[in-house]
C-alpha cells in the first residue's frame, strides 16, 4: 500500500553530487528506492565547490534568505537540483563555508570552523522546511554533520507546532568520526546549556556531535548488523559504548544495499568492455585495459591480479597490507591501488610502487571512472579492514566477478561467505584475527583456487548472482520511521541519562 511518509534526509555529502566515501553512494541510492515505496522523500546537502563545478542542472529556489544565526542575519539563497530517481535535492548555500577544495578538510588536518559549517547547515533544515512549507514526519540524518537536528528538534523546535508531528532517525555510518569540538564553542550551536551535560552531548569536558546524535533522536541505527553489535564494545565503540548500551532498545542495524543502475558490469559505461556471468569474455578485456591504465606490463594477464580502491585510513587495515607487502611481491601476482589520504600511506605505497614497478601499480587519488576499471579489471579485492561498519566495495566486487578477500569485521563478515573447499559454498575468503599472517595465508588460500580455473570460475559466478540491491534496506528503513514515529515523545531536555530519552 503507497505510503504518505514525509522525509527529509540530510547528508554531507550524495553521490554523484559530492563524495569521499560510502556515505554519499548511500544517500544517492537509498532516497530513490525509498521513494519507490510511495515516501515522499527529499534530501538535503551543502552547496559545495565541488557541486558547483559539476555538471548539474541546479536552479535556485529561494533567493537571499533571511538566516537569523550566530547572533546576526545572515543572507543566502537555496538552490535544487534533482537526485537518482527524481529525488528532490536542496542545496544550502553558503560561499563561505562551503566554498572549498575539499568537504571536511585536507591531508593535513580538518577545517578549524567545520563546527560553525554544519551548525549552519544543521538549522538550514528547518528553515528549508518552513520555506517549502514541507512538514516532514521524519529528519533522516547522516553522521556527526547532521547529529544537531535531534537535539535541535528536542530543545529549540520542541514547540514549534510546524514540527510537532516531527521526529528523528538518525544513521552512523562510521562511529570514528565524532565531530569533537571545544566546549567555549558552545554558543555556536545555539542550544540551550542544559544539553552540555554527560547524559547529553558533552563527553570528557568536549562538545560531541555525534553523541548528541545518538542521545537526542528517537531512534538510531547503522550500516550492518555486525557493526550494531561491535560499536557496543570498548574495542569499536570510540568511547561510545556506553551511551550506545543505554539505547540498545532503540539501535538497529541495516545493511547498506549495492546501487546496481552504477554498479554493474552489464552495463558501465566506464568499462573497456561488458560482461555478466553468461559471459564473461569482456572481464578479461577490462583486465588488459586496466593494467595499461597502471602502465604494468600486459604480461601480467595471466596472473592474478590484487586490487585495493581506498579512503588510505587506519582503519582500512594498511597496515597489516604493508607488513605483508614484501611476501607478495615475492609471489607470482599483480596489484594495483587506488586511494587518497593519510600522508603516511601515500608515501608508503609510492615507495612500493617504485620499488616493484613491473608488478605494483598505485595511483594516489580519487578517480570515480579508474575505480570502476578496478573492480572490472582485477581478479581479488582486499579488504582486511581493522572495522568496517558497513563497505560497499566487497559488494561491488562480487557483482563484478571479482572476489573478495575480507577481514570478517562489520559489514565484510554479514555480506561474505568465506569458500568451503569441502562444499564449494561461500562467495569470497575471510580471515577472522586482526592479523597479518592470518591474512597473508588467506592469500595463499584464494591463490590456489585461482589455479584451478574452473573452480575459480563457479566461486566468481556465485558472487555475481548474490543480490544485495538497495529494495531490501529501503523496506528496513521505513520500517525504522515507522518506529521512530511510535517512540516520539516529549522529553524535557536535561535528563542526567541518557537511557532516559529512549521510549
Ligand atoms: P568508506 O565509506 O569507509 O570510505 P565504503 O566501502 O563504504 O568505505 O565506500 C567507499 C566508496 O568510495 C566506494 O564507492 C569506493 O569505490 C569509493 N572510493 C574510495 N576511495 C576512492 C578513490 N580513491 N577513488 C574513487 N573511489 C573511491
Keep these: 500500500m503507497a505510503e504518505s511518509l514525509r522525509v527529509l534526509l540530510l547528508s554531507p555529502e550524495v553521490f554523484p553530487f559530492a563524495k569521499t566515501g560510502g556515505l554519499a553512494d548511500v544517500a544517492g541510492s537509498l532516497p530513490k528506492s525509498i521513494k519507490g515505496l510511495g515516501c515522499d522523500i527529499r534530501v538535503a546537502m551543502p552547496y559545495y565547490r565541488m557541486t558547483k563545478k559539476g555538471d548539474f542542472q541546479v536552479k535556485v529556489i529561494f533567493e537571499d534568505v533571511e538566516i537569523p544565526l550566530f547572533g546576526e542575519v545572515l543572507n543566502d539563497s537555496i538552490f535544487s537540483a534533482e537526485a537518482d530517481g527524481g529525488v528532490p535535492l536542496y542545496l544550502i548555500n553558503k560561499d563561505e563555508f562551503f566554498d572549498r577544495e575539499f568537504l571536511y578538510g585536507t591531508s593535513k588536518g580538518d577545517y578549524f570552523d ?23 514526519h521524519v529528519f533522516h540524518c547522516n553522521d556527526w554533520q547532521t547529529a544537531l537536528i535531534p537535539a535541535y528538534l528536542r530543545t529549540l523546535y ?5 514540527f510537532s508531528g ?39 569536558g568536549k562538545i560531541n556531535l555525534l553523541k548528541a546524535g545518538i542521545v537526542f533522536s528517537d531512534v538510531v541505527n547503522t550500516v550492518s548488523h555486525a557493526y550494531s553489535r561491535e560499536i557496543q564494545t570498548p574495542e569499536f565503540g570510540y568511547g561510545m559504548e556506553g551511551v550506545l548500551r543505554d539505547r540498545s532498545n532503540d539501535l538497529y542495524g541495516i545493511l547498506n544495499g549495492a546501487d546496481y543502475g552504477e554498479w554493474n558490469p552489464k552495463t558501465d559505461p566506464l568499462i573497456a568492455a561488458n560482461y555478466d556471468e553468461k559471459d564473461l569474455s569482456g572481464k578479461a578485456k577490462c583486465k588488459e585495459d586496466l593494467l595499461a591504465e ?20 587506519d582503519q582500512k587495515g594498511l597496515d597489516l597490507l604493508a607488513e605483508i607487502m614484501e611476501d607478495l611481491m615475492k609471489m607470482d601476482l599483480g596489484f594495483v591501488l587506488l586511494g587518497t589520504g593519510d600522508e603516511k600511506y601515500h608515501k608508503l605505497f609510492k615507495s ?3 620499488e616493484y614497478p ?13 575505480a570502476h576499471k578496478i573492480e572490472a579489471g582485477s581478479d581479488i579485492f582486499l579488504m582486511p579492514s581493522r572495522y568496517e561498519p558497513c563497505g560497499l566495495n566487497q559488494m561491488y566486487s562480487l557483482k563484478y566477478g571479482t572476489v573478495p578477500l575480507v577481514r570478517a569485521a562489520g559489514g565484510l563478515d554479514d555480506t561474505i561467505q568465506d569458500y568451503d573447499p569441502k562444499t564449494g559454498e561461500g562467495t569470497g ?27 575459480w570460475k563457479r566461486l566468481i559466478i ?24 511510535a517512540k516520539r515523545k516529549l522529553i524535557p531536555v536535561g535528563k542526567p541519562r541518557a537511557g532516559t530519552f529512549s521510549g
Excluded at 301 to 310: Q, T
Excluded at 429 to 446: C, G, I, M, N
Excluded at 471 to 485: G, P, S
Aim: with cysteine; net charge positive; charged share 25%.
Design 114 to 136: 567545520n563546527m560553525e559549517r554544519f551548525v549552519y547547515f544543521s538549522r538550514m533544515a528547518f528553515i528549508l522546511c518552513k520555506m517549502l512549507d514541507f512538514q516532514p
Design 158 to 162: 520542541r514547540k514549534d507546532p510546524f
Design 166 to 204: 516531527t521526529f528523528s532517525v538518525f544513521t552512523i555510518h562510521n562511529i570514528a568520526y565524532q565531530g569533537i569540538f571545544d566546549e567555549k564553542k558552545l554558543g555556536v550551536t545555539g542550544l540551550p546549556m542544559e544539553v552540555y551535560h554527560p547524559g547529553g552531548m558533552e563527553y570528557w
Design 294 to 313: 597502471f602502465n604494468l606490463p600486459g604480461s601480467l594477464k595471466k596472473l592474478p591480479l590484487l586490487a585495493i580502491i581506498s579512503r588510505l585510513a
Design 352 to 354: 612500493i610502487a617504485k
Design 358 to 370: 613491473k608488478k605494483a601499480g598505485i595511483k594516489i587519488a580519487y578517480d570515480n571512472t579508474l
Design 429 to 455: 575468503f575471510k580471515f577472522q584475527s586482526y592479523d597479518a599472517r592470518d591474512f597473508l595465508d588467506t592469500v595463499r588460500r584464494a591463490l590456489a583456487v585461482y589455479r584451478d580455473g574452473e573452480t
Design 462 to 485: 556465485r558472487g555475481m548472482k548474490a543480490d544485495f540491491s538497495w529494495q531490501r534496506a529501503a523496506k528496513e528503513y521505513m520500517d525504522l520511521y515507522r518506529r521512530a514515529r
